[in-house]
């Protein structure tokens, strides 16, 4: 099914990629650079958590 979508496109590319359930991609899909979480704190407020293992995606985050 993922074949059907492209993603073999998109793998091969220089692209930014945003995958909400990776694990349902299987051997299909990339190794994270970053990843986010996003916790439900109450119905009007959210919070996010990044993570990356890559010091220069960390160097870059940090700027933001």
Excluded: C, F
Excluded at 7 to 17: E, K
Excluded at 42 to 52: M, P
């Amino acid at each position: 099914e993922l074949y059907n979508l492209g993603i073999d496109d998109y793998i091969h590319s220089n692209s930014v990629m945003l995958i909400e359930w990776p694990g349902h991609g299987g051997e299909l899909t990339p190794i994270a650079d970053i990843a986010i979480t996003i916790n439900v704190i109450s119905s009007e407020l959210r919070s996010l958590v990044i993570k990356t293992k890559d010091l220069d995606v960390y160097r870059k985050l940090k700027q933001i």
